[in-house]
């Protein structure tokens, strides 16, 4: 697309802007508006504009500015209880795993079944690469190596849900 | 965190600006429905912004700067395209409307960002730093954004294939 400027653009846009368009007395402006296709081009497309932009401000009804006060007021307590609250749910959501991992660490220690072996640890230790001696002074089926294990496991897999659940706003 | 302006205040500047932010925002959408929505998202975001504002001119350019944006969003997600734009129904007597349904026609197949520049020049009368401003282009290039929109607009208004397709 090719630039052309016409050095009587401004004038035109100052009558327009003024009011003073279209305006038959103006009869060397109209000429020249008339004849070069970059004022043709401002004429119609400001003449277009400026009578759209009366037509939608007749139709604009927008709420009245108490409704949109009040609204905004609203949204924004909404806004600060909810950024209040996210804190003391993600403590609380943490906490409940901790304590349902030390609740579950806690029955393995004092419940019978802790004392059969646990394949999977030993299955673990295998895929891991670890040789025998490496880990021969560690006994995981031990309660002492169990309880921790357990607390950390089960914490793992239930924080991440519970910061999920309680911080998915929909 | 407390709102940038009292009451008071915000009910005077909403009440000078809210119908040409309106009419901005309908034409720039397609979308009355839309527009209503983005009205008070516009204003929502003003109240709550850090921005400290100069005066009445550097906070209305705000607020039709976060418009702009919200409309730029909002059409990127509910239609992919600004070229989908429906034309809404226009009041007014057949002549009349054959008239706007040109213009609406025309803003409807220009650019976005074309659209926004004609509106803000030739239905608002913003100045090129104003439209600058509310669009986030330097100034400078105000003069020729606008001329090859204006070429484009002509050019559907008369019914003719704008020359770069747009």
Same mark, same amino acid.
């Given at each position: 697309m090719t630039t052309t400027w016409c050095p009587r653009e401004a004038e !035109?846009?100052?009558?327009?802007?003024?009011?003073?368009?279209?305006?038959?007395?103006?009869?060397? !402006?109209?000429?020249?508006?008339?004849?070069?296709?970059?004022?043709?081009?401002?004429? !119609?497309? $400001?003449s277009s504009l400026s009578t759209e932009a009366s037509a939608a401000r007749r139709e604009a009804a927008p709420? $009245? $500015?108490?409704?949109?006060?009040?609204?905004?007021q609203m949204r924004a307590k909404q806004e600060a209880a909810l950024a209040a609250e996210r804190p003391i749910t993600i403590v609380q959501g943490l906490a409940a795993a901790i304590a349902l991992g030390l609740g579950v660490a806690l029955a393995g220690w004092v419940l019978p079944w802790q004392h059969t072996p646990l394949t999977w640890i030993a299955a673990l230790r295998d895929a891991a690469g670890l040789s025998a001696a490496d880990i021969a002074a560690v006994d995981l089926t031990s309660r002492w190596v169990l309880l921790p294990l357990a607390m950390i496991v089960i914490s793992l897999v239930f924080a991440p849900i519970a910061v999920y659940v309680i911080t998915f706003d929909d | 965190m407390p709102f940038a302006m009292d009451e008071q205040a915000f009910r005077a500047f909403y009440d000078r600006t809210a119908p040409a932010l309106w009419a901005y925002l309908s034409r720039l959408s397609g979308d009355r429905q839309l527009a209503d929505d983005l009205l008070q998202e516009s204003y929502y975001r003003l109240l709550r912004s850090r921005e400290t504002f100069e005066g009445e001119a550097h906070r209305r350019n705000y607020l039709f700067r976060i418009a702009t944006n919200l409309v730029r969003d909002a059409r990127r997600g509910r239609f992919g395209s600004w070229r989908n734009v429906p034309l809404p129904e226009l009041p007014g007597q057949p002549e009349a409307f054959e008239d706007r349904a040109d213009v609406k026609r025309a803003l409807a197949r220009l650019k976005p960002r074309d659209r926004a520049l004609l509106w803000l020049a030739y239905a608002q009368g913003s100045s090129h730093s104003e439209i600058a401003g509310v669009l986030g282009v330097k100034t400078g290039s105000i003069k020729l954004l606008l001329h090859r929109a204006r070429r484009r607009m002509a050019a559907l208004l008369n019914g003719r294939r704008p020359e770069d397709g747009s």
């Open positions: !035109l846009w100052e009558a327009i802007t003024a009011g003073r368009w279209p305006d038959a007395t103006n009869t060397d !402006l109209w000429a020249h508006v008339n004849a070069c296709a970059t004022c043709r081009d401002v004429a !119609l497309v $400001s709420p $009245s $500015s108490a409704i949109v006060w009040w609204r905004a | -």
